[in-house]
């Protein structure tokens, strides 16, 4: 049997090595909401030890929007955005800095509706939590199960 070229597996998986290569397809921001917090995320220079340039704070940003607004495990963040890694570690230091809360309330600020809400009745949903292992922690699973009678 000989093996030609013709049936070696194609390559064409493995094109592009940088997931940061790509363009963000979908945009959680607008330009104006992103131009109202930009200077709340600095972009790092590279120093002159080099190294690996830093990915600039819009794309993890994007990420970690469509992380909080999926539900989705960090690993499931599609390859758009930066490697899950770099988005963690950004919503880490982030949300340890208090930088969310402050681009939070500029973001609020940016509606004109905002006066006018009523912020005594808020309403938390957790149905979309699932039950461990299927039930409450009360019921036991021999009292569950139903008795088998043939009669």
Not at 73 to 96: G, M, V
Request: glycine share 6%; aromatic share 12%.
């Amino acid at each position: 049997m000989v093996l030609t070229l013709r049936w070696w597996p194609g390559r064409r998986h493995f094109t592009s090595a940088s997931r940061t290569a790509r363009t963000i397809v979908r945009p959680q921001l607008t330009e104006s909401q992103w131009l109202r917090i930009a200077d709340l995320f600095p972009n790092k220079p590279m120093t002159r030890a080099g190294g690996r340039p830093t990915i600039p704070p819009r794309p993890c940003l994007e990420g970690i929007l469509w992380m909080l607004t999926s539900g989705a495990r960090w690993k499931d963040l599609p390859n758009e955005y930066p490697s899950y890694a770099t988005c963690w570690r950004r919503f880490r230091d982030w949300t340890r800095s208090g930088l969310w809360k402050r681009a939070w309330a500029r973001l609020l600020s940016l509606d004109e509706g905002f006066d006018k809400l009523d912020w005594t009745h808020l309403l938390a949903d957790g149905s979309f939590s699932p039950a461990k292992k299927g039930g409450t922690v009360s019921a036991s699973a021999a009292k569950a199960k139903a008795r088998h009678c043939c009669c």
